[in-house]
Every structure is written in C-alpha cells, then in structure tokens.
C-alpha cells in the first residue's frame, strides 16, 4: 500500500534540468529537522506545449534521488489527468492528480440526488451548519464530478493495482470556490462511491495567479482553511476516508502571504499537507541565464522579445490563472538594454524590490513555449550556467517556499 507522507511538496521543472538543484532544497529541510517528500508534477498541458514524454520525469526523478543518495520517499504525479489523458501517464507515475472540475455543475440525475440526500441527512446541522438546502444543492452541483472521479479511480485500481498509487481528487481550476460544508459533501461522496483519495485539493476562494502572490482576503482564507482542515478530520473518523487524507494546494506558485497562514494552523493541528508549487524553477532558469550576461543575456532577452510578441496566444490557455496588463510590459526594445541585474530585478519574484514587474513575470512564466523551441540553444546555455542556476532553484524553494511553509518564519 503505497501511502503519502504528513508533508509533501509538489514541484514542477519543464525542462527537466533542475532534479536535484530542487532535490537539494528537501535535503537542506531534513538537516533541519523537517521531512517533505518531493513529488515531481507536470501537466499533460505542460507535456504537450514542450512536447516531453511522461517517462522524462520518472527519469528525472529517478536520478535525482540517486545522485543526491535520498533515502526517503518520492513520487511523480500524473498532474490534472481525466479518463482521456491518464494512459500515457500509468507506467511513470504512482501519484495522481484525479482533475474532474470540468463536470462541477454538469446534470446529474434527480433520483440520484434525492437517494444521496437521504442517505446523508445525519449530516445536517453538525459542527459546520449545513442545512437540507446546502446538501441538496451541493449534491446536485458535485455528483458528477464525484462519479467520473470514481470511474478514473477505479480504472488505476484495474491498471495499477489496488494500494499501487496515490490518488489526488482536484476541483481547482474552476471559477467558484467550494466552501467548507461543501467539502463535507464531496468527501461524503467520494468516501461513498469508493475513492481512497490521499490527497483533495478544492479551489479556495481568492485569486491564485501563476507565479505571483494571492490576491484576496488573508482572514477568510484563514478561516475557510482552518474549517477545511476540520472537515478533513472529521471526514476520515466519519467516513473511513484514509486516515492521512489531506488537503493540497494547488499554489501556483508563491502564495507568499498565505505561507505563515498555512504554517500556524499546520502547527495548531498537527494536520499535513500537500503544496503543489507551479514551474517557477523555469523562472529562475531564465533569470540565471540574465545574471550570467553576456551571451546567455542576450538570449533571455530574445525569448522575452518574441514572448511579448506573442503574449496573447501565449497566456491563452492559462488565462484563469494569470492577470497581465499588457500596459505594464516592458517594451521589448527597452529591456534590449538591461543590465543584468535590471532583468533579474524585474522578473524575480521580491516584492519588496521596486523594480519588480509581476506582469513581466508572469509572461515568462506561461512563455517557457518560446525556450523550448530554442532547443537545444536553450539547453545548452541551462548546461553551460549550470552553477549558477541550480544555486537559485535550491534557493528559491528552499528559502521562497520550504522554510516559510514547513519551518516557521525562523526556519531560515
Ligand atoms: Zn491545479
């Protein structure tokens, strides 16, 4: 029976360079007292932009872990798969981020409403107030998605085997948010159509934008987490869910401001969780090849010019989970006379520097489609810079996202 650690971090690396500078951050974490298991995600999106193979990253993961002598678990997760997606997945992953938000609040049937409201009526009132109301309407908006990620989890159970893979049930990428007694519902639900999910990851209310910070209110996301984790809890006495079942979030990348939020109650629990980060190492990927100047400058600025070129076909298919005023991006021509430190300064994610640009950010961020087909020029300038790189990648993760989350604010 393959089960998921209390903590575990999900990273993303799109061109599959930076295993062990990412590794590294974990095992700076276990020197200071923490174990996170890593688990390596990308997307079928991700696959299919940059046009890599599954199997790239049990490989990379794989000799990551070997390189660096890790003793400790890790995973590699087929991230936001569906029934049409999943095959290509099943030999290179054991960990599975289940996506069934596209059947949020498709029909389902009347009687199939009914019955699960009835059966579920000694849930009404309870510590998280729901009411007849709440369990119908949640009921009808979640059914479906509950009962397709059933079918996919039960299509792993035939082809990975029962207990051989970790199961993430995702409803993120969606517009509205899921409140906690409508966790309640969903875990209800997919306790009772058979769904051993380790690992559930709703869609907080707020805006999780790539790469950039939250935007939204601090307190309610506060409460609402704190409720969720309740609903966690009690889900697993109540219905027999796994008894390490957890909530991910899927960040989308420095959630900075939420980082202590999720810390404290982490703390005030003893609750786990799972922190799924988006491919931001590939930002730091490009602003070493800035502050290595030169040659490797001169590229970075290149791949920005015809990223801003074709920023609209660029960010469309992100285009929920990213906000850029074309306004606030620098005009190729002006960034042609960076220095260095004034493209790095613009792109890395510090908010406290002036000279910050999130909307620049976030353009390199859903632009990386441009360095991959540069090919094998933009690999080989990653190889020549490697140093250089792989000491921001450990950094970031370890400084940016590992300490804050998982060690407290005087974790550094
Ligand atoms: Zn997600």
Redesign the pocket.
């Known amino acids: 029976m393959i089960t998921l650690e209390r903590f575990s971090m999900g990273i993303g690396d799109r061109f599959g360079q930076e295993g062990e500078a990412q590794l590294a951050a974990f095992v700076r974490a276990l020197a200071a007292g923490v174990e996170i298991i890593p688990v390596w995600n990308k997307s079928n999106r991700e696959h299919t932009l940059i046009g890599t193979d599954p199997a790239s990253v049990r490989a990379e993961a794989d000799a990551a872990t070997g390189a660096l002598g890790w003793k400790r678990p890790y995973r590699v997760d087929a991230d936001?798969i569906g029934l049409k997606t999943v095959d290509r997945f099943l030999a290179a992953s054991d960990f599975f981020?289940i996506d069934v938000a596209d059947f949020i609040g498709q029909p389902v049937s009347e009687d199939a409403v009914r019955a699960f409201v009835a059966r579920h009526q000694h849930l009404l009132g309870g510590p998280f107030g729901l009411t007849s109301q709440m369990l119908e309407r949640a009921a009808r908006k979640y059914l479906l998605a509950v009962q397709e990620a059933a079918q996919i989890y039960r299509y792993l159970e035939k082809t990975k085997g029962t207990g051989q893979f970790i199961a993430e049930v995702?409803m993120?990428?969606t517009d509205t948010p899921q409140t906690p007694p409508e966790l309640l519902v969903i875990l209800a639900a997919l306790a009772e159509a058979g769904v051993q999910a380790q690992t559930i990851?709703p869609k907080f209310s707020g805006r999780f934008n790539k790469g950039v910070d939250y935007v939204g209110d601090l307190a309610q996301f506060e409460r609402e987490f704190a409720d969720d984790l309740a609903v966690v809890a009690f889900a697993v006495r109540e219905f027999g869910l796994p008894a390490n079942l957890k909530l991910s979030i899927?960040s989308g990348s420095d959630k900075f401001s939420l980082y202590p939020i999720v810390h404290r109650q982490l703390r005030r629990t003893g609750a786990g969780v799972h922190v799924?980060t988006a491919g931001t190492t590939w930002l730091e990927e490009v602003a070493g090849l800035a502050r290595a100047g030169g040659e490797a400058l001169r590229l970075a600025k290149e791949m920005y010019a015809a990223m801003y070129a074709r920023r609209e076909e660029l960010a469309q298919p992100y285009r929920t989970v990213i906000e850029i005023d074309p306004k606030q991006l620098p005009d190729p021509a002006t960034v042609n006379h960076w220095t260095s430190d004034q493209f790095v300064a613009a792109l890395r994610h510090d908010p406290k520097n002036p000279r910050f640009n999130p909307h620049f950010r976030q353009l390199v961020h859903v632009g990386f489609k441009v360095a991959a087909e540069r090919g094998r020029e933009f690999r080989d300038a990653l190889t020549a810079h490697r140093a250089l790189i792989a000491e921001w990648v450990t950094d970031n993760l370890y400084r940016n996202h590992i300490a804050p989350l998982f060690l407290g604010a005087n974790g550094v």
């Open positions: 936001h981020t995702s993120d990428e990851a899927h799924k």
